[in-house]
């Protein structure tokens, strides 16, 4: 990681996260619910390769269980789910700037289906199966949003540097 990225504050963090949850309840019509991503798990994404040293895998333990509670789901699945993707992110982080941001996205496709088939896998294990269809399109849309968040990010990183 370059050394002259000013520090993201951990209140834009959490307070992109506070974004994430808002969103992930928000209604859409019908036929987009399946094209829903997982805002939160965007978000944490965007910091966690631009910013690792300001979250961890514990943040996307605390962000898992606030989703958990504001989705009224089961608890600790969203956390669980969470938490293995980021892990991954963060340990790649430092190779991340070398990356161009096709291959970026592609990581990130890869971590948000590790995250839906972990979360297909658990409520599927307590009786509460999902649709195959839903995993996909979620997976896709959320690695066509991505670049655009990390650029966001960036931006907003460089901003509040000055």
Do not use: K
């Amino acid at each position: 990681m370059s050394s002259t990225r000013p520090p993201a504050n951990g209140f834009i963090i959490w307070l992109s996260v506070a974004l994430g949850l808002m969103l992930n309840i928000m209604p859409l019509p019908l036929w987009a619910e399946n094209y829903r991503p997982e805002w939160v798990l965007l978000f944490l994404l965007v910091w966690a390769f631009e910013t690792p040293h300001q979250l961890g895998v514990g943040t996307a333990f605390i962000a898992g269980i606030l989703q958990s509670i504001v989705q009224d789901s089961t608890l600790g699945i969203a956390s669980l789910a969470m938490m293995v993707p980021l892990f991954f992110a963060y340990r790649m982080s430092p190779r991340s700037a070398q990356f161009p941001l096709w291959q970026l996205a592609a990581l990130v496709a890869l971590l948000l289906a590790l995250y839906e088939l972990l979360s297909f896998w658990l409520t599927g294990f307590i009786g509460e199966p999902q649709s195959l269809r839903r995993l996909a399109a979620s997976t896709l849309s959320g690695a066509c949003i991505w670049p655009l968040l990390y650029f966001i990010a960036r931006d907003l990183r460089a901003r509040i540097g000055r």
